[in-house]
């Protein structure tokens, strides 16, 4: 809320400052300069009276509507109420009346509806690529329908989002992965929260506040608000805030692998005898980028570039006159990075050149590389001692090379494209996916952690031999339980 006493009055339009509430009256909008019981009469008066020329199709009362009125501050509150008597207030209220008319019969499309022709819009925009995003998408819809009145998009208000919030925060972290779930269930499960938190019994893992902001809030006002565009309604929640509960579960923190741990890992990792476990450990340390783009590491796709060697990853590759789509998260995931040249001492760097395509050809045999890949790597990571309370997965790699990174004291724009990151500021998105010449040599060069006996574990690897492994040895295969 704007403190009007610091000013001599603030010009605005009458629709800017009012929207209809619940019950269909005219209030104050909740992001607007007016407090919420401010009445007619505290509208001073707006400007010039109406025009006699006006268009054919705009009212009096829109012309005095779309005028400009001076909300005043507080010294000057009784000279305006008077001012604002007689036939302007009269004017104002003819335009009002007709504005929350034209609200009324604005309504938009209900929730359940939005939702649906928004999934379908993903549908066809997008194809199998939203395949993922339209899975959240039903199920938070359904989530939310199960808790909410079912009603036109523009008719939530901020109070309903906040009660939505206020009751999924009892949920249990991982409801929907349960034998007997069923969305029909939803406020079953919030109950028996509410009742265990009540009677005093330890509480169940909920959701986390990320999960309830990103996962389920986030979603939920970008159907309400495609719901209005596509309506040509205004979107009345577009400023609104609302409160995560604080006593939701706070996400944990990633920590990345120290070196004994690292070494861990990369020991396990040649052990396996499997080209994929043993190689995407390591360029996922030395390059910062993410599980799905190394994955699809092409042959012909690792270039020279100032005297180095990079990596140029695409989303879509033609094989046999057949589209293969390559996963990526953003825009920047698609910058080429660079190969330390300790790849390049160890021979990998020659022996994934020679490759025909996809250089881990095993791993993308399957529909779902990256996915496959990622249970390996849990898996991997796992046997090898990383601490699942920090965190330790594959992604927290990611976090490592931030650290090497800022210990070799690399430019951190340059470190962040070579991690695929999102620019820091403007500033950096000029140039975005460029490296100069020193930004490669310094990401090539930087000095590799003493700690680990890197030509010990690296050197003089059958590449070919591992290409073809796929499986375990019997005595590092953890036994069934």
């Not at 909008?29 to 109406?50: I, K, N, Q």
């Not at 460029?434 to 050197?459: C, H, M, N, T």
């Amino acid at each position: 809320m704007k403190d009007l006493t610091a000013t001599r009055g603030l010009v605005v339009k009458v629709r800017d400052l009012l929207i209809l509430d619940d019950e269909g009256e005219l209030v104050p909008r909740p992001d607007g300069p007016l407090p919420p019981e401010t009445r007619l009469e505290d509208l001073v008066t707006f400007g010039p009276e109406p025009s006699p020329t006006r268009r054919n199709d705009e009212t009096q009362s829109d012309e005095i509507l779309n005028q400009l009125v001076v909300v005043p501050p507080a010294e000057a509150h009784e000279r305006n109420r008077r001012r604002a008597a007689g036939d302007t207030l009269g004017r104002l209220e003819v335009g009002l009346n007709t504005l929350q008319a034209e609200l009324k019969a604005k309504e938009g499309p209900k929730f359940s509806q939005a939702a649906d022709d928004y999934i379908r819009l993903l549908q066809e925009t997008d194809g199998e690529d939203a395949a993922v995003e339209i899975a959240y998408l039903r199920h938070r819809r359904d989530v939310f329908l199960q808790l909410m009145e079912d009603k036109p998009v523009n008719t939530y208000t901020k109070r309903d989002l906040q009660i939505f919030v206020n009751e999924i925060r009892h949920l249990p972290a991982h409801y929907a992965r349960q034998k007997d779930y069923d969305v029909s269930k939803i406020r079953e499960y919030i109950k028996e929260e509410k009742r265990r938190r009540d009677a005093g019994e330890p509480k169940t893992a909920t959701l986390a506040q990320s999960s309830i902001k990103d996962n389920y809030l986030t979603r939920i006002k970008t159907i309400l608000k495609e719901g209005c565009e596509q309506a040509g309604i205004p979107y009345p929640l577009m400023n609104v805030s609302i409160k995560i509960p604080k006593d939701a579960p706070v996400p944990r923190q990633q920590i990345p692998p120290d070196f004994e741990t690292l070494n861990r890992i990369f020991v396990f990792a040649k052990r396996t005898g499997v080209l994929a476990d043993i190689m995407l450990p390591l360029l996922g340390f030395l390059t910062g980028r993410r599980l799905s783009i190394l994955v699809s590491m092409r042959g012909e796709r690792i270039l020279r570039y100032h005297d180095n060697w990079v990596v140029v990853p695409e989303n879509v590759i033609v094989e046999d006159g057949n589209s293969i789509k390559i996963g990526y998260k953003t825009e920047q995931s698609l910058q080429f990075y660079v190969l330390h040249e300790f790849l390049d001492r160890m021979g990998f760097v020659e022996w994934a050149r020679k490759q025909e395509g996809f250089v881990f050809v095993q791993l993308n045999q399957v529909d779902d590389p990256a996915r496959a890949a990622s249970k390996r790597m849990g898996r991997l990571f796992k046997a090898a001692g990383a601490e699942t309370v920090l965190l330790q997965t594959f992604h927290s790699l990611r976090h490592a090379k931030r650290l090497e990174d800022s210990r070799n004291k690399v430019n951190p724009s340059a470190s962040r494209r070579q991690a695929g990151r999102k620019p820091s500021d403007q500033h950096d998105e000029y140039g975005a996916g460029v490296f100069s010449q020193a930004d490669v040599e310094e990401l090539a060069k930087a000095p590799l952690p003493k700690e680990i006996d890197w030509a010990g574990l690296f050197y003089n690897l059958p590449f070919d031999e591992l290409a073809k492994g796929d499986r375990w040895p019997r005595d590092l295969t953890p036994k069934k339980k």
